[in-house]
């Protein structure tokens, strides 16, 4: 098997999703096969941590990418692992598509919803293979006229942190705590979780707590008053940015994971926390559907009264018959997302690829 390198132009100190399963794509290629380059990483690094507008490092990181080929061997194949890849037909690479949504929510990104529109349909023809890491993206990009996703192989995106079961199922686990990884968007719909929290909290006993891991707290909760109206009675904290370990506990402590996001190309955050034996409450998305399947619980995006029933039940256990069905759901969902059920994907696309 060829060469294949590994171009993660996400790659930061403090990585997003993208970032994060970029990482993920490396782990999972054949022992021997995989490279990276350390100076591409750091250069990708530097422009993805320094406090520049969002057009200055959208444009940095498009620029990169375009050298990003002569970084490594000509006989290696290459892998771009976020929606950044060349605009030139370099005859051997290809790129991975995570979601839809710079154009779902351009308000969010006005700079990559650009690049989506203007730039991403011409470096889709340049590319030799296309990867999308859900079914229900890859039909969203159809169905926005991005034809050429209609043939993309889907692989699902992978994160370390599955491969953590049998140490996080240990840890005490918490009734009145609840978890949100990543809110650092407006379409991660935080403000549903906060009016069920005030829900919750509104009769004894004790009171429910609620940890936004990687918050941006500017966005959120306006309606109160900003955070600081959960703050002052102890109901939320915010964590800017969390490390594998930190992350790793907070999955394993929890009452539940709670994903209510709008939009999501995958969503790694419920495997991650079938994996910690935490249980994952998640917006009732398609694409969530796909992921998670009968190991999670769902609710509607915007019904904060449902998400407080939800809860209520998850933590009180009221079906135990139902808590070991999901408990036995997510040991079967989470070999479909391993290391080596994915590595074999990986492949055989590669084989394919030759």
């Known amino acids: 098997m060829r060469t294949v390198a590994v171009i993660n132009a996400m790659k930061s100190r403090r990585p997003t999703g993208i970032g994060i399963a970029g990482d993920g794509v490396a782990q999972l290629l054949p022992a021997g096969a995989a490279m990276t380059s350390p100076r591409l990483d750091r250069l990708f690094s530097a422009v993805n941590n320094k406090p520049l ?12 990418v375009q050298c990003a080929p002569f970084f490594f061997p000509r006989n290696a194949r290459l892998i771009f692992t976020s929606h950044n890849a ?4 370099t005859g051997r690479h290809a790129i991975i598509l995570h979601d839809t949504i710079p154009l779902q929510f351009p308000e969010q990104a006005p700079a990559q919803s650009r690049y989506f529109r203007r730039a991403l349909p011409r470096a889709l023809r340049c590319a030799e293979r296309i990867v ?27 994160s370390a942190a599955l491969g953590r079961e049998a140490a996080n199922r240990a840890v005490a686990r918490s009734r009145n705590e609840l ?19 005030v829900k919750l909290n509104e009769a004894p006993p004790a009171p429910w707590r609620l940890t936004l891991a990687g918050a941006d707290r500017l966005l959120w909760a306006k309606p109160w008053g900003g ?3 959960f703050e002052r009675r102890g109901w939320v904290r915010t964590i800017a940015h969390v490390d594998e370990a930190e ?27 079938m994996a910690a034996g935490c249980p994952a409450i998640c917006s009732d998305l398609p694409v969530l559907r796909e992921t998670c399947g009968d190991a999670a619980v769902y609710f509607p995006a915007t019904d904060a009264a449902a998400l407080a029933r939800l809860i209520a039940g998850v933590a009180a256990g009221a079906d135990e018959a139902a808590a070991a069905g999901l408990a036995a759901a997510a040991r079967e969902r989470l070999a479909g997302f391993s290391r080596e059920a994915l590595g074999a994907r990986w492949r055989e696309f590669l084989e394919a690829w030759q």
């Open 132 to 158: 999308v890491i859900s079914a229900a993206t890859r039909d969203d990009f159809v169905a926005r006229g991005f034809a050429a996703v209609q043939a993309a192989t889907v692989i699902p995106s992978f």
């Open 227 to 229: 955070l600081e109206f």
């Open 86 to 89: 060349p605009l030139w037909r």
């Open 179 to 197: 978890l949100v990884v990543g809110p650092r968007y407006a379409h991660k719909n935080i403000d549903v979780v906060l009016a069920a929290l």
């Open 247 to 273: 992350l790793a506990a907070l999955y394993a402590g929890a009452t539940a994971l709670v994903y209510p996001s709008l939009a999501e190309g995958q969503g790694l955050p419920p495997l991650e926390a």
């Open 53 to 64: 507008p969002g057009p200055g490092r959208a444009l940095l990181r498009l620029l990169l």
